[in-house]
């Protein structure tokens, strides 16, 4: 994997350069109300600084927008290995093809291909979801279980416009992500998707293989058996989806920041 398969993390990192890291004082609230203030204070005098809230509110701001942005570059990386092993198993699935011998019979109910780098496909998929899931954490999260304190990139903006754009973009994000999230906790709690079999990818009718996944949940998944596949849905094309979800709002977030960079600090 290098930075050539990733060109939207390059562009947001180039971004956020330009901005300064957006390390404006008049962009974040008082560092004093996030529950965490305390023992970054502690921190502070451990390490022989003294701890006041300007020196404290850089170190607690400066990395926010980043982790979010690295976050979203799992998603990018993780879409770049479903495809490098979709492609893999595509090459597989043609030499099986090459192999079968003319006098067989076609299946009645469709041919399945079990190339061994879609257990790649499987894995890399599930770690796309995680890290779509972890960019809305870096966002927006509960301080600690049942704890009604969020912490987080939005929390830590100054009210008004920056804060308002960031809080919308996330509401859509959210919208995208919603389906994503039951899968996600499926396939960290209790299994991988789309099963626990073999993975295995559907053969077209022209030679394409597609590694289905199921159809649209609107709930907490219990297990593979609930689901079910009529709609046809495949993986790389869900992938793209959620990438471009993402991507959007990365964009937005950014685009936000550059259009609330203070006065002062403009050319």
Not at 7 to 31: I, S, Y
């Amino acid at each position: 994997m290098n930075a050539g398969t990733m060109p939207r993390h390059q562009d947001w990192l180039r971004r956020f350069a330009v901005g300064h890291g957006f390390a404006w004082g008049e962009l974040w609230a008082d560092v004093r109300s996030h529950p965490d203030y305390p023992t970054w204070q502690q921190l502070a005098r451990r390490r022989g600084l003294a701890p006041d809230k300007e020196l404290l509110g850089y170190h607690m701001t400066r990395g926010l927008i980043l982790e979010v942005i690295h976050a979203a570059g799992g998603v990018e990386r993780e879409l770049a290995q479903v495809q490098a092993a979709l492609e893999e198993a595509q090459a597989w699935a043609d030499q099986a093809v090459l192999n079968f011998p003319n006098e067989r019979e076609k299946p009645l109910w469709g041919v399945n291909a079990a190339a061994p780098s879609l257990v790649d496909v499987s894995y890399a998929f599930v770690n796309l979801l995680i890290w779509a899931r972890t960019v809305r954490e870096r966002v927006e999260r509960p301080w600690r279980p049942r704890s009604t304190k969020r912490v987080g990139l939005l929390p830590a903006l100054e009210p008004g416009p920056l804060q308002d754009r960031v809080a919308d973009a996330l509401s859509i994000l959210d919208d995208a992500l919603a389906e994503a999230r039951y899968l996600t906790n499926h396939a960290l709690h209790a299994g991988s998707l789309p099963s626990t079999s073999t993975p295995a990818a559907e053969v077209l009718e022209d030679g394409r293989i597609v590694f289905r996944i199921p159809n649209p949940v609107a709930g907490p998944i219990t297990t593979w058996e609930e689901f079910s596949f009529s709609d046809g849905r495949d993986a790389l094309t869900y992938a793209h989806s959620l990438m471009q979800s993402v991507a959007d709002f990365v964009d937005e977030v950014l685009t936000a920041f550059e259009d609330n960079v203070p006065a002062r600090a403009r050319p």
